[in-house]
């Protein structure tokens, strides 16, 4: 009897505890549903608008006719004669396509070659200096966009720092052209996000055990080779994180491309904003938003699948 008593009690109080579970989960949801709606509307709603949008006929002076048409989606890739109405390849968004992806591919490639010796620094140097070094590579968060590609188009322009130095040090006869190129492009987005690689290789570093290091010298392994086998496969996540953080905003980078580039570079996101403006054809502005976003999807869903497979090979 005591023994049924006791199992009774313990099953009255299993049940009691899920109820409290039950009735606990219910209330988080309803106290987070307010937010989850707004986050939604505001995720979605914007998206669902350019989606609309991409499938209407464009306006006579910007905006839209409620007319369904896909001729939005076909001018991303392909263009009308207006005289013969004969169709071709749209050479200029294709151009401003891969201008874009070349560009941000080789931004991620520089803010990793420049980045990963400056985050491999601050994580070998003494605990009480890491800070101090994390300061300085945070200080042009501080700044605002606008102001740091000001500050790198006068040191680039024909009369700034780099031409001047050379000028007087006479290396050269005339300034270099190095303003209004994509070369001023990819060096202003470099400065621009070379701190969003910096942290996640520092915050993959600062767990590394540098023991293993010691322990391939130990096996008389090079240098290269220890960077190679040893420090970058275990810091993988952590390069992964940032490619995607430098390469996903780079692609719709448009403030540096507009002011470095000057009107002559486009990106994408210069392209898009054209299409709302000046070219006031809202419908094709929206289908290159929706490519765009197309191509940061592909990046993230690549992001995801290299994360699952370097996280695979560590727990192996």
Known sequence: MDKDATQAEEKQNTNLEEVVRQQTVRRNILLTTPALVVLFIAASGPLLVMFLFSFLTPGDYGGVKWEASTQAWFQVFFHTDIFDDTVSIADAHLSILWRSVKLSGLTTILCFVLGFPT?????????ESRNFWLFLVTIPFWTNLLIRTFAVLEIIRNAGVINSFLLAIGVIDAPLDMLYTDTAILLGMTYVYIPLMILPIYASLERFDFRLVEAGYDLYASRLKVLKRIIVPLIKPGVIAGSILVFIP??????????????????????????????????????????????VMIALIF???????AGAGKDS
Not at 119 to 127: D, G, L, S
Not at 303 to 309: C, D, G, H, L
């Open 303 to 309: 992001y995801v699948r290299s994360a699952q497979r």
């Open 250 to 295: 780079s692609l719709g980078a448009y403030v540096t491309p507009r002011i470095l580039g000057g009107g002559k570079n486009l990106m994408l996101g210069n392209l898009i904003e054209l299409q709302f403006g000046q070219g006031r054809n809202w419908p094709l502005g929206a289908a290159l938003s929706l490519t765009l976003l197309a191509i």
């Open 119 to 127: 985050a491999y620094f601050i994580a070998t140097r003494p605990a």
